[in-house]
């Protein structure tokens, strides 16, 4: 029986991306828009860019009852990504193994999937927005709101900018940010985590007391059909100063505050906490890739756990440090850093078991065993546990970027693009030497120091 609500529509939710997270994503919020009629659509739109993917091979494993209802041509050759979730509700290429939820639409048209969507959540990898923002300029409400999935920020040698702003700016609407230690397969297990929600509500949105802007009545409208000059105007600073104008949401919808948020995020097994310091969110998502770097090395140095927990105290300051220096008009706060699950507790997961953090120690462990032969070798000695071949193999130890494109399947290990860029910010202001663990796993990457130069390097501290 559906929820008496005293608003005439709902939110419609859009999530653009279905790779592991944002798949994981979808599957989080489909659950609670079920669950919540009264605030939200129950449909959720997944955007998926398109491609085939064969079931021929696996026709076994989909033979259980769970798969009963699917149709048999299904496994006759390539099929389309998108047509198999439908069937399937699930998604075999990027989260096998993990029941969608019925209600989650998989979409290969991104502006269908983002038609008459009031809550837009951006989940790929980051050197695709400003392409589907192209795309989906002209394609959405003008009072549509956004939520950032993506960690990392775009870092140049003439400034910073969050994706969450890149997004605002290109498509003229408000975008927080949601990040945390979050794997994501853990988090489609229904494994307990928790998470940080960033969102700076505009004041016309957020009141649940104050009516917001009038709006024509009716079915949902769309861009082309709405008047303008009807809509409240309201200015949105991002943390770089500029302004965003944005268009109120209109009062047939319930308000888009923290409280929302929260409902529309926050799992039994997925707790959310919902917070204004977007900045800080964003930042941490991003520069804790380059700690885990350092953090990889000393662990495949084989110097222990003291080690990795002195690189996770420094460079937690060094984040806490990047962001008052350089974001000091956002209202940044060092609690974000030091208390939420996109500070602190990222920065342990990241330091632990992300994936820069194993690429680092897979290639400090190899540059390790390449310096103990060398040793071997120059004492006259010989190590004869080895073959030629093998010693051969050793001799040459890969760096981090060739094992990050191994891991990867030839993607760029995040954390290296982010190091290099954040460095060419700091020379270009004169700071490296204020950032010494920064400009380390910086000088490491480039082979400009070598790996075990790390305390020499940091000792600033």
Known sequence: MATLSPHEKRHKVTVLGSGNWGSTIAKVVAENTAAHPEIFERDVQMWVFEEE???????SKYASPKY??????LFDGPQKLTHVINELHENIKYLPDIDLPHNIIANPS??????????????????FINNLCNQLS?????????????????VTSSGISLFSESIGSKLGIYCGALSGANIATEVAKGLFSETTVAY??????????????????????????????ALTVTDKKTSAGGKIKLRALPSEYPPLDHETL????????????????????????????VIALGAGIVSGLGWGDNAKAAIMRIGLLEMVKFGHAFFPESGIRTETFTEESAGVADLITSCSSGRNFRCARIAAEEQKAADDLSKIEKQGENANNLSDEEK???????????????QLNGQILQGLGTAREVNSFL???????????????????????????IPDMIQIH
Do not use: W
Request: net charge positive; charged share 25%.
């Open 53 to 59: 993917v064969s079931l021929e091979n696996s026709q």
């Open 68 to 73: 009963k209802d699917a149709p048999p041509d």
């Open 427 to 453: 020379k270009a202001r004169g700071k490296e030497s204020e950032y010494p663990l920064m400009t380390a796993v910086y000088k490491i990457i480039q082979k400009e120091a070598k790996m075990q130069d």
């Open 110 to 127: 991104v502006q269908d999937a983002v038609k008459d969507s009031t809550v837009l959540i951006f989940n790929l990898p980051h050197q």
């Open 262 to 289: 929260h409902t529309l995020f926050h799992r039994h097994y997925f707790h959310v906490h919902v917070v204004s310091d977007v900045t800080a969110v964003s930042l941490s998502g991003a520069l804790k890739n």
């Open 392 to 406: 051969k193999k050793v001799r040459t130890p890969r760096s981090i970027d060739e094992v990050g494109e191994e």
């Open 200 to 229: 700076d509500p505009p004041p016309k949105d957020s009141s649940r007391t104050v009516s917001r802007a009038e709006t024509p009545r009716g079915p949902s409208p769309h861009q082309s059909q709405i008047d303008l000059t």
């Open 138 to 154: 002209g394609h959405i409400l003008p009072y549509a709101r956004g939520i950032s999935c993506i960690k990392g920020v775009n």
